[in-house]
């Protein structure tokens, strides 16, 4: 089963708007990460939460976390078109080789 | 720096053919990563190298399947015989792996393996 599950699958929004994503995983982990991926590409690293922390921003991106409740969201904020692509969370569960757990990631559309 | 770089990016080969993907991580990353990715199960962890050494291979989907990394700045995933099960977009990654758990991954662009 999945580690990492973002929660909506789909989401479309229109230019200027907020985009929300969800993420909720089973066990602990040290640390979660949120990539994206436009379509055809790699993934690409946006930002990292440690276990210890609540929140961290990064330009348009913030970020929470709540080990208690085992989710974290992702907050896209005025979003732009080129925002467009699909959204990962990821867990560190191992300690050693940093193996990641990605989920099945959100589909977020912006239009314009 | 070029990122890591994967080869070749699209692969169309028939049902029973061996397939080689290969993989150049970034210079000086000590671990290397594998993923397979599907719409339906979307992106898979394969196995996964540190130091060259295979840590886990939990992830391969059977004996058909095979990885090796005879050096630090190369890799390769092999399929024999390959199956149109097979048909997905692989991708490899590295990280500078420092020891902690706070490493982030850096991606290829991918190879897309169509089995006929």
């Known amino acids: 089963s999945q580690q990492g599950e973002e929660d909506p699958q789909a989401l479309s929004i229109q230019e200027g708007e907020n985009a929300t994503m969800n993420c909720s995983y089973k066990t602990s982990i040290n640390n979660l990460q949120w990539y994206r991926q436009n379509s055809g590409r790699g993934l690409v690293h946006l930002i990292l939460i440690r276990s210890n922390e609540r929140e961290k921003h990064s330009g348009r991106l913030r970020v929470t976390l709540d080990t208690s409740k085992k989710s974290s969201s992702l907050l896209i904020t005025a979003s732009r078109a080129a925002d467009t692509a699909s959204y990962f969370c990821?867990?560190?569960?191992?300690?050693?080789?940093?193996?990641?757990?990605f989920g099945k990631g959100t589909t977020l559309s912006v239009s314009s | 720096d070029a990122g890591v770089i994967q080869s070749p990016r699209h692969e169309v080969t028939e049902m029973g053919q061996e397939v080689t993907l290969r993989c150049k991580p970034i210079s000086g990353h000590n671990s290397l990563f594998w993923y397979r990715q599907t719409m339906m199960r979307g992106l898979e962890l394969l196995i996964y190298f540190n130091n060259n050494v295979p840590i886990d291979d939990s992830g391969m989907p059977e004996d058909r399947f095979s990885a090796k990394m005879p050096n630090a700045s190369f890799s390769t995933l092999k399929i024999q015989p390959s199956e149109p099960r097979d048909s997905a977009v692989y991708f490899c990654a590295s990280s500078p792996s420092s020891g902690g758990a706070e490493d982030t991954q850096y991606f290829g662009p991918g190879t897309r393996l169509t089995v006929l």
């Open positions: 990821a867990t560190a569960v191992h300690q050693a080789g940093t193996a990641l757990i």
